[in-house]
């Protein structure tokens, strides 16, 4: 049997290769600059899987891989948002799974990428720093759409000042929030995830250990130098999303 004949979870095994070494990457770098793993992550499964899995596998990656990353660091996690950031959750995947019509991806996108760029350079209000409720339940209903609302957490986060240790570990604790409620809903909307489960395990090993490589990055970096790779990465990806959504508004697929 040829190398392209070789299958993983129906992928061939080039293509397998290339995501289980995008994830080890992806963790490694979301562990140490706090950003960025999770949206790469998704723009290169959109090119390798089928349209139809492609948010709910990578949900159930990103699962693993924060939920990974929310145990190494879980001495780290700040607490107190993370309980109203998972009620809001909870009400954002409600409204999100319910909504019949599909809403547009693209205004979506830009809409996130738009907030990203507010809440970095613009004045931020108090209420955005008591706001972990909302920043909960408008994420996670936006994430059943779009698939990466890291950046917007992210945004959130950032605001509340925390040093690098303590952003990393409560960024990943409410992402892991988002994506296990992600995965329950495409779970009962009818989502076969048996068939891609041997692999999303795989994936979830190599982020791990991009995890644990990451974070002797992250020891290593000064705060003010992790402060501003954050603004950079938060500042490309946000770009990446207003462009991405206006071209799908302006250029239309098919």
Known sequence: MTTGEMHIAGLDLPVALTLLGL???????????????????????????????????????????NAGRACV?????????????????????AIGSSVVVQLDAGALQMIVGLFVLWTLYLPIPRLMKRSAGLTGALSSGLTMFVGGTGPFIAAFVKTLGFDRTTHVATHAAMMTVQHLLKTV??????????????????????????????????????????????TAFLTLLALRLVYAGGAELLWPPG
């Open 23 to 65: 994830s080890f990457l992806s963790s490694l770098i979301t562990a140490a600059f706090g950003i960025g793993g999770g949206t790469m992550m998704l723009a290169v499964m959109a090119t390798l899987l089928p349209a139809s899995a492609l948010i709910p596998v990578h949900g159930l990656v990103q699962l693993g891989s």
């Open 73 to 93: 660091f879980r001495h780290q996690i700040n607490r107190a948002h993370l309980l109203p950031f998972t009620v809001g959750a909870v009400l954002g995947v």
């Open 185 to 230: 809903a495409f779970g009962l909307l009818g989502f076969a995830f048996s068939q891609w489960i041997g692999f999303v395990v795989l994936l979830i090993l190599f982020g791990f250990l991009g995890t644990l490589a990451g974070r002797s990055v992250l020891v290593r970096l000064n705060e003010a130098l992790f402060q501003r790779v954050l």
